[in-house]
């Protein structure tokens, strides 16, 4: 079956068994967002929290600093709450 | 009825095979223990259990590999039949009646996720009111969930089928139910012959192998199973952008399946010397017949049985068995019966409202011939009521008189009921 | 990550979990998170698509951390099944299988099973394959109970986790076995005679320590290390686990979207939700806050602080409903106080 066919697919080149054949990495969430997290850096402890709480793995701690993914963030505030130091902001979505 | 092959020698002739006197259920029973099965879930129920019975005893005394688990109901028996398919192994469970209906939920996931699971069907009337006998009302209400269904008619084929079944399901990537009356099978005992074991495990070709799958994400075919070195997801949420197109799978798989049924019945055959019909039907004194009667089950014994005293007699009858339910076998039927001036169609099941389900099919399969013979149903032997050869016999004379009038008055007949 | 062969976290955050055939797995247990956010990935994938805020996926993510090697999940029907594996995509990195709603303990029992006659064959790449059920509160305390006592009587060796929003939440709100008396759903609405829910909570961890299975426990994705602790127990003993996890929804508990975690809290420290495990010939113990609380009795919160920030409470706080909050008091108080005499390791 091939990888290269445009959607949607015909069922002849459907995995068997109705297997999914996509990662949801390919479907990004960061659309349901009508708040977006805003990381202080100066004020952030790199405690983890966020990383730790976040119910989308939209933070991402690289080594050195958290950030946040908005590909797939949708905006819950969770991180924000749960940050000991507040050093992340919930800030309204730019509509343009 | 057996047909030992009298043309070439089966590969594994008689006398290597084992002369055993048991019932149906030990038949199937001692069939799994040869198919190399690794997870048999099975709960009791009347006429089924001595099939678990006589597998728990394999197990207990180290016969087998299998891991026995004794579910606390039906419906667990079949999804964790589903479980184990998907981890990858051969997975076995019986039943019969209540317990099927019970797991008829499951019995749709099996099928659609294409997991070649067997399932003896040891067949009983369904409540209420309550009864533990015989009849197809079980396997009737699993029709439509997509697995393929085969009728034993003795003790010798329940054996035989149950091996094939293993094979049918593997190969079609389908569920297989294996279909036994209760009691008139399950509990009576036959002398029949067994393969030695290391036949039936070179016919299955060992442990269950699990096809491949290519999936995007993996970049490559994979085996459709739970795989820590490749993960799937099975059973996803499927909506109207794609389920239609995985229902198409099914359609075209059950297409496949009937050649597969042959193709292993055939192979089958070979080896034990043991054929029924052609895998899917199994005809009797048709060629010439003026009324040709289809059945399922262990009734074709005693139909066949009338039908040569009957022919003694002069009278131009025939029957045929449908051995092979689903898929059912239109094309094939349609040849055996185009010539007859009458059909009579034995259900030993009703669908309220309408007619007997098999003859919904003889219907079907009859519908594009120009010259169309006259069609009957005979719904039978609810709830085990019994089919003597006088009933049988009186039933052809009724169809004999329907041919010479040239018409047929009431099409639904209800076979041995008191007014 | 040592058993995958793959870039770490911090260089490629989401990727497949690939366990390779023929090796040993044991990871080790860490709760400091500098080194699983560095080195473990979870086995949820984002693009999933849980309402934003839910405490599903944040239990998923805990429980990855526990692992110990190579898993299969088997998931019954509900929010996480749905929104997890809509077709094409699927957000698993491990092999998973959802077969239908209550029946998730019985597909479980059927891979386990298939494992060991493959282990016992030679046909297993592995040392072990551990399986875990993911299931709701309607999928466990109701529909799902039989197949998961019989699981449990069976002796199979599965972790089954509860994630408990406490109702219906995947068909929108209706009461189930979970959910706590006076609440409002769809199914209890607050009426004019009738205030919310009816019924108590169905003791579901009770009933499983009644199994003696070896190991229960209740956790909280806010007590996130001793939920950790505690999964990987479960995983480790040698038959069946289970593990009662609180799962906050936004939807139908009618709280702001980044409570989830706070409200567990909360939970905790008004004693609602305790925490604590049993384990075979150990009997009850509190764990974390809850023992803490057990020991210092002024650390408790009134059952307010837990109804307040929840709309499906909102009645209770009504001045003509001060006796039902009262009732909800001694309720709370009447199943602490129960836990309190079992527990040995409860100041007596």
Redesign the interface.
């Known amino acids: 079956m091939s990888g290269s066919k445009p959607e949607p697919r015909g069922w002849r080149d459907l995995p068997l068994s109705a297997l999914p054949y996509k990662l949801s990495l390919e479907y990004k969430t960061g659309d349901w967002r009508a708040l977006r997290p805003v990381i202080d850096q100066s004020k952030c402890v790199k405690c983890l929290m966020c990383w730790l709480f976040c119910p989308e793995m939209a933070i991402l701690w690289d080594g050195k600093q958290v950030s946040v993914n908005l590909d797939y963030c949708k905006g819950c505030g969770i991180c924000a709450h749960e940050c000991p130091v507040k050093a992340i902001k919930m800030i309204p979505e730019p509509t343009e | 009825m057996i047909f030992f092959s009298k043309k070439s020698k089966p590969k594994i002739p008689l006398e290597k095979q084992k002369l055993m006197t048991v019932n149906g259920d030990e038949a199937v029973a001692y069939a799994v223990k040869q198919c190399y099965v690794?997870?048999v879930?099975a709960y009791p129920i009347t006429p089924q259990t001595i099939i678990v019975e006589k597998y728990s005893e394999f197990v207990a005394d180290g016969e087998v590999?299998?891991?026995f688990?004794?579910?606390?109901?039906e419906?667990?028996?079949m999804?964790?039949?589903?479980?184990?398919?998907?981890?990858?192994?051969r997975?076995f469970t019986a039943t019969a009646a209540n317990g099927l209906a019970l797991m008829w939920?499951?019995l749709y996931?099996a099928a659609?996720?294409?997991?070649p699971i067997v399932l003896a069907v040891v067949n009983r009337a369904l409540s209420a009111p309550i009864n533990i006998h015989c009849d197809h009302s079980d396997a009737m209400g699993m029709r439509d969930s997509g697995w393929i269904q085969i009728f034993a008619e003795n003790v010798q084929e329940a054996y035989d089928t149950t091996i094939q079944a293993f094979k049918i399901a593997e190969k079609a990537?389908l569920p297989v139910a294996v279909n036994l009356d209760g009691f008139f099978l399950s509990h009576t005992l036959e002398n029949i012959y067994m393969l030695p074991d290391d036949a039936v495990y070179e016919f299955l070709g060992g442990?269950r192998k699990v096809?491949k799958?290519?999936?995007?994400?993996?970049?490559k075919e994979v085996e459709?199973k739970?795989?820590?070195?490749?993960?799937?997801?099975?059973?996803?949420?499927?909506?109207y952008?794609?389920y239609f197109?995985?229902k198409?799978?099914q359609v075209?798989a059950m297409k496949e399946a009937k050649k597969i049924v042959k193709e292993v019945h055939d192979e089958y055959a070979e080896l034990s010397g043991r054929s029924y019909g052609d895998g899917i039907l199994v005809p009797y004194e048709v060629e010439d017949a003026d009324v040709i009667v289809t059945v399922l089950g262990s009734t074709g014994g005693t139909v066949r049985w009338v039908v040569k005293k009957l022919r003694q007699k002069g009278y131009k009858v025939g029957t045929v068995r449908i051995r092979l339910f689903r898929p059912f076998p239109f094309e094939e039927l349609r040849e055996i019966l185009k010539g007859a001036k009458v059909v009579g169609v034995m259900d030993r099941a009703i669908s309220f409202g309408s007619f007997g389900p098999s003859f919904l099919e003889v219907n079907t399969a009859l519908y594009d011939l120009k010259e169309k013979p006259l069609l009957v149903n005979y719904v039978y032997g609810l709830g085990g009521r019994d089919v003597p050869p006088d009933l049988v016999e009186k039933m052809f004379m009724e169809l004999l008189e329907d041919a010479k009038k040239g018409v047929v008055e009431n099409k639904l007949r209800f076979l041995g009921v008191r007014e | 990550m040592s058993h995958v062969s793959q870039p770490k976290p911090t260089e490629k955050p989401y990727d497949l979990i690939i366990f390779e055939p023929g090796k040993k797995y044991d990871l080790p247990l860490t709760l400091n998170l500098r080194q699983l956010a560095e080195e473990r990935r979870p086995m949820i994938l984002p693009g999933h698509r849980l309402c934003a805020g839910c405490a599903a996926p944040i239990i998923v993510k805990l429980v990855s951390f526990a692992l110990r090697g190579p898993t299969i999940i088997a998931n019954a029907t509900g929010c996480l099944e749905v929104a997890t594996t809509i077709f094409p995509y699927t957000s698993w990195a491990v092999p998973w299988i959802h077969n239908a709603f209550e029946n998730a303990a019985a597909t479980a029992s059927g891979i386990e099973a298939a494992i060991k006659a493959m282990k016992k064959t030679g046909r297993l790449p592995y040392d072990h394959i551990d399986v875990i059920v993911f299931a709701g509160d309607g999928g466990t305390f109701d529909i799902g109970l039989q197949a998961l006592s019989g699981m449990a009587e069976r002796g199979h060796d599965v972790l089954y986790i509860l994630y408990d929003n406490e109702a219906y939440m995947n068909t929108g709100i209706q009461r189930s076995g979970g959910t706590p008396p006076f609440a409002w759903t769809t199914t209890s609405p607050v009426g004019k005679v009738i205030p919310g829910k009816s019924q108590e909570k169905k003791p579901i961890a009770d009933i499983m320590v009644a199994h003696r299975i070896p190991y229960v426990a209740t956790a909280t994705p806010a007590h996130w290390a001793d939920m950790i602790k505690k999964v990987r127990k479960g995983i480790e003993v040698d038959g069946p686990a289970f593990i009662h996890a609180l799962s906050p929804c936004n939807r139908g508990w009618r709280h702001d979207l980044d409570l989830a975690i706070e409200i567990c809290k909360r939970a905790v420290d008004t004693c609602y939700f305790p925490l604590w495990e049993w384990e075979r010939g150990k009997g009850y113990m509190l764990t974390d806050r809850s023992l803490a609380i057990a020991k210092n009795p002024q650390l408790k919160q009134p059952i307010e602080k837990f109804l307040e920030v929840q709309g499906r409470f909102r009645h209770l706080l009504k001045p003509e409903n001060r006796h039902l909050l009262k009732q909800f008091q001694e309720y709370v108080d009447a199943v602490w106080e129960d836990l309190l005499n079992r527990a040995v390791n409860a100041p007596k």
């Not at chain 2, 799958?213 to 970049?219: A, S």
């Open positions: 690794d997870v879930a590999h299998t891991e688990i004794p579910v606390e109901s419906h667990s028996a999804s964790a039949c589903v479980g184990a398919a998907a981890a990858g192994a997975a939920e499951i996931i659609s996720l294409r997991l990537l442990p096809a799958t290519y999936v995007d994400y993996l970049g459709a739970l795989d820590p070195a490749n993960p799937l997801s099975f059973g996803p949420l499927d909506l952008d794609y197109e995985h198409m799978h075209e």
